[in-house]
């Protein structure tokens, strides 16, 4: 039944366009209390491995979003979610980073160049998930600046709360 499901929304997913799906979804992939983390580990690896053909079948590239503590108990790093992308190996099971978790977490983003063959997409924002302003322009220039070392040349979307895209997006267009 699952299958069926994945099967029709990818199939809808390729009838829109769509090229990417983001597995990041913290309360489907959180570990319920009680349960064992290990066991989580091993169904979303059975998942993942059940799916991937779909995807295929569809011409859709899964993403794995790592989410920081604060959202989910498992995955939380770009470094933890290389790993599940190296151990599925699939041409259709992909890697997104996301600036925002990545803060979060105090992770290096030195990762971004050790996983770069892995990266499919990524997320940015601001630590307080605002779009970029003129205030905190330096936060994605950064950002830009460690893709660009590490020869990222992938889709990049910006997460925000804000309401002022007109302005955010000005302010990256004169990153280039």
């Keep these: 039944m699952l299958l069926d499901y994945v099967n029709r929304a990818f199939s809808r997913a390729k009838d829109l366009g769509v090229k990417k799906v983001v ?7 959180s570990v319920p209390e009680g349960f064992d983390k290990k066991k989580t580990y091993e169904q979303i690896v059975f998942f993942i491995n059940a799916i991937v053909p779909i995807a295929k079948q569809y011409g859709i590239i899964i993403v794995l979003e790592p989410l920081c ?3 989910c108990n498992i995955i939380n790093t770009v470094a933890e979610g290389l790993e599940l ?5 699939h041409e259709n099971f ?13 992770e290096d983003f030195g990762i971004i160049k050790d996983s770069i063959k892995y990266l499919h997409h990524v997320h940015i924002a601001s630590f307080d998930r605002i779009e970029p302003t003129p205030d905190n322009k330096g ?11 590490a020869g990222y040349d992938g889709t990049v979307s910006v997460e925000s709360k804000d309401e002022h895209t007109k302005t955010g997006l000005e302010i990256l267009q004169s990153m280039k």
């Design 94 to 106: 992909k890697l997104l980073a996301d600036f925002y978790h990545m803060a979060v977490q105090n």
């Design 69 to 71: 503590v604060n959202e």
């Design 85 to 89: 992308v190296k151990q599925i190996n």
């Design 139 to 149: 936060e994605f220039a950064k950002i830009f600046g460690v893709l660009r070392a």
């Design 23 to 29: 597995f990041g979804s913290s309360g489907a992939r």
